[in-house]
């Protein structure tokens, strides 16, 4: 069953400005991985971020994690064009479920010219 | 990183019919993941697919209607099987691969399948 749940279900901004995606997930987790995907494409893996992790950083992404919450956000800053795709956080809950994702319902992002 | 690719890429099939994707990785792992993701939905594991050893299904998915293939660590197959307009979706393999101590994961460009 999907354990992870995104919102916004669909963002709709101006080039320049910064997208917040959020991703809430129910059990307790190895990481935590934000991926995107183009007009329904495959999958392009953005970041990772290890449960004893609280931010990372990857050019324009900012990822946070806060365990306690079970909660995790994405920041797109500068937005362009170009990042117009649906995101998608994915943990790995590790032990016997290692390597096996359990996907958010994904979110939206336009970004207008 | 790991480079894959999946043929075909999309594909049209009648009902009742059975269609194999292929997927190929660049480099030699040890896990690969098949996916499904149907219209306008999230992603869903079907099964895990380990070389040498029989593939693990999740709940709800079964081997008679999904049956996998390893031959080896840089190859799968995923055979779907009788199929109805229901499989219509996006198949996706994924493998894990470890880049300093992070065990990321990357998908595949998926198959397009849609069943008439």
């Known amino acids: 069953s999907q354990q992870g749940e995104e919102d916004p279900q669909a963002l709709s901004i101006q080039e320049g400005e910064n997208a917040t995606m959020n991703c809430s997930y129910k059990?307790?987790?190895?990481?935590l991985q934000w991926y995107r995907q183009n007009s329904g494409r495959g999958l392009v893996h953005l970041i990772l971020?290890?449960?004893?992790?609280r931010e990372k950083h990857s050019g324009r992404l900012r990822v946070t994690l806060d365990t306690s919450k079970k909660s995790s956000s994405l920041l797109i800053t500068a937005s362009r064009a170009a990042d117009t795709a649906s995101y998608f956080c994915?943990?790995?809950?590790?032990?016997?479920?290692?390597?096996?994702?359990?996907f958010g319902q994904g979110t939206i992002l336009t970004v207008h010219p | 990183s790991a480079v894959i690719s999946q043929k075909p890429s999309r594909d049209i099939c009648q009902r009742g019919t059975s269609l194999t994707i292929q997927c190929q990785v660049d480099s030699q792992v040890t896990m690969m993941f098949w996916y499904r993701q149907q219209p306008g939905q999230s992603l869903t594991l079907i099964a895990t697919a380990n070389q040498g050893s029989e593939a693990t299904y999740e709940s709800g998915f079964v081997i008679d209607k999904f049956p996998i293939s390893r031959p080896n660590l840089t190859f799968s197959t995923l055979t779907v099987s009788n199929m109805s307009p229901e499989d219509s979706s996006i198949y996706l393999c994924?493998?894990?691969?470890?880049?300093?101590?992070?065990?990321?994961?990357?998908f595949g460009p998926g198959t397009r399948l849609t069943v008439l």
């Open positions: 994924s493998v894990e691969v470890w880049e300093s101590a992070y065990n990321e994961q990357f």
């Open positions: 971020i290890r449960s004893n992790e």
């Open positions: 059990t307790s987790i190895n990481n």
């Open positions: 994915a943990t790995d809950a590790g032990g016997t479920s290692y390597g096996k994702l359990t």
